[in-house]
């Protein structure tokens, strides 16, 4: 198993304990999800069947995301099927959970199952906050900090940034060395656009988002909600 695995390190993911593998063998009319586990003496092998037809529907759905909203169904952002958010409960303590679309009005947090919109009111009652922790964001990034010209760090879910002494010169040459700075990290323009918006308005905010930019970091228009209450 193992030796079959490592030729396919795509298929790898984060088990609770090591790396596992994935991989999906179908027929005309099922599909069979394999989880493999390498480690000698653990548990080494979970098949599950599906019908096909009902999990490429399924998985069609995923692909457009997990709803988060306020209580009175407002969208406040939304997040692959598969990404994590960070709750920070009223006292302070911030819990990060991996969340799961189960259809459109419902997901899962953690091991939790929920709507949406009871997600949203206990949320709100509790005194918590959520924001999303995108898988497409970066932990960290370089910034330009244009009231003290110089380079500052923002980290991915924290508000403000970690001043650095790095500087460049004149305004213009600092702004140049961070954006030379993030593409050796092999940040995109909107990547790093991204996590200067989250650590400034908000994470929560679609400006947030990678998906907000073009390629040059130039934002772009919003695509139409395709939702109904």
Not at 60 to 85: L, N, Q, V, W
Not at 123 to 139: A, D, F, K, W
Request: net charge neutral; with cysteine; aromatic share 12%.
């Amino acid at each position: 198993m193992a030796q079959y695995a490592g030729k396919y390190p795509v298929s790898a993911f984060q088990g609770n304990y090591t790396t596992e593998y994935g991989f999906r063998a179908d027929t005309e009319k099922h599909s069979f999800l394999i989880r493999c586990n390498p480690a000698r003496g653990d548990y080494n092998f979970y098949c599950y069947c599906y019908v096909r037809e009902w999990l490429d529907r399924h998985m069609e759905k995923a692909s457009r995301g997990i709803r988060f909203i306020t209580p009175d169904y407002k969208e406040k952002f939304k997040i692959p099927d598969g990404d994590k958010i960070r709750i920070t409960l009223s006292d302070g303590e911030q819990l990060d959970r991996t969340c799961r679309y189960i259809d459109d009005y419902h997901l899962e947090v953690g091991s939790n199952l929920y709507h949406i919109c009871e997600f949203a009111e206990r949320m709100e009652q509790n005194g918590n906050t959520v924001i999303p922790l995108r898988s497409s964001l970066p932990e960290q990034c370089y910034v330009f900090v244009q009231t003290e010209n110089c380079v500052g760090i923002v980290k991915k879910g924290e508000s403000g940034f970690y001043r650095t002494d790095i500087q460049g010169g004149k305004p213009s040459e600092t702004n140049a060395l961070v954006n030379e700075m993030n593409k050796k990290l092999g940040l995109s323009k909107g990547q790093a656009e991204a996590m200067k918006a989250g650590s400034m308005f908000g994470w929560d905010t679609p400006a947030a988002d990678p998906k907000s930019y073009d390629k040059n970091g130039i934002p772009v228009r919003p695509k139409q909600k395709d939702y109904e209450r």
